[in-house]
């Protein structure tokens, strides 16, 4: 069976000469980019490094993080990517769970490794990825520059067993929303058939010219969205940080062709003051997925900024499980689609205790949790059976969202089923008063919490991102209450209005944070 290592070096062999990497004022073949991964896995190699040792990857986008990936892909090492946001303590309990044997890192989290590191004694060698580090590294065994070691590496590196479809390619932390951030596992098998699977429903080609603004330490970002360009030898540039006019203006310059951006990032391009001004004709798809994203501002999207726009719905333990098609785009808008080509979806009955099984299926239309079976799907979490145990069944992967099906097949979510509102009793699926509430008129983004109420146990709030800044609490009330998609009990009983909701880095939506926004800024009662 493939392997990334085995992907990329059929890249290299096919496609020597073609432009693989872009980043910043530099710009690297597949010939000369396979030539700077290659030397860094000798270089692991030469420290001590081996198969299935974890090397912890804690930086901000760039070359060197696709590098440094990429490296760990052909040794058999287990990349473990990092957040560069996780604070010391967040940092220091990743680098401890998955037992990190080396950890690279850039000058912009050096105080944080600092920290960090100063609590494990386990961890044995760093290497900094900046260019110019070398004179700042202590000649003590343990720290390295990564450009010194490329440099040191031979031309032909020596030949090593390559992995096995089976071994652990990366361990992928979730963002802890719930508790502790887990480890997920990805094998090369899993990590190829999500390469494969996004290879064939977006139709890339090696002509394709992608621009990567999401995070590489996210699945989103790195197995969902660069290994597949890399696998069909297209063109990759990369962005060091996310800013809405530098990508409005990247596109134009290098002709992109393909986007994978969020929601929220999405709309700051389209109501960029600049965003008439630059041309971005060349786009021929973005992917998004993560949130809502209102009837208006979609039509928008379609008409002046990407003809061809999916919006997918995946996890990080199965990457890319559904996704609704460019053509479905307006007339199933809120929906995620259906399910991709090698994923099996079912939506079963949710119950507060017991075991979920197949006699436990939802009717058309019927609320209930999503489970999924594919060749993406993870094997489980590392250090962590009890977890494990939780979400993995007869072959199926329990998501923990909430999600429906409607007669056509078409699968729409509710939201997590941590995030279900109990309201006077009334059990409130909070994405059912977003998706009316993004038909108001002035409304730019919203999210649907419970609030703690004296009478009612929990009080829909619904906190606001206005378009028009003279929307009043009574206005989106008053359009809720002609919706004959609403409940009396459903309609939110006050409003916050933000300036932004607070999101994680794929786009979703961190409710957590919510209450402190409405301890900001009361809510106005509805």
Known sequence: MLTIKTLFEQTVAKYPDRLALAYQDRQWTYAQ??????????????????????????????????????????????????????????????LRDSGARALVYDESVRPLVEQAGATLPALGLYIQSDADAAADVPADGRHWAMQALIDASPERPEA???????????LVYTSGTTGRPKGVIHTHANDVAIAGNCIMEYGLTRHDVALHIAPLYHVGGMQAYFMPHLAVGAANIILPRWDALDTLRVIERRRITTLFAVPTQIQDMLFHPQFKRIDTRSLRMI???GAAIPAATMARVIAELCPNIYNGYGMTEASLTLLLHPADALSRLGSCGKPTLISSCRVLRHRDSGPLGPDDLAEPGEIGQLAVQGPQMTRGYWNNPTETGKKLHDG?????????????????????????????????????????????????????????DARWGQAVTAFV????????????????????ELASYKRPRAVVFVERLPVNPSGKVLRRDLPALAAAAPPANA
């Open 33 to 94: 980019w396979s030539d700077r991964v290659r030397r860094l896995a000798q270089g692991y190699a030469d420290l001590g490094i081996r198969p299935s040792d974890r090397v912890a990857i804690f930086m901000k986008t760039s070359e060197a993080t696709a590098t440094a990936y990429l490296a760990c892909q052909l040794l058999g090492a287990v990349a473990v990517p990092m957040n560069f946001r996780l604070s010391a303590g967040e940092a220091a309990y990743i």
């Open 160 to 170: 090593r067993q390559a992995p096995a479809a089976d071994d652990i390619a990366a």
């Open 287 to 289: 992917t998004t997925g």
């Open 396 to 452: 199926w992967l329990y998501t923990g969202d909430l999600f429906s099906v409607d007669e056509a097949g078409y699968f729409h979510f509710h939201g997590r089923v941590d995030d279900m509102i109990v309201s006077g009793g009334e059990n409130i699926y909070p994405r059912e008063i977003e998706e009316v509430l993004y038909r108001c008129p002035g409304i730019q983004e919203a999210a649907v919490i419970g609030m703690p």
């Open 465 to 484: 991102v206005r378009s028009d800044p003279v929307l009043t609490a009574e206005a989106i009330q008053e359009f809720c209450r002609h919706s004959n």
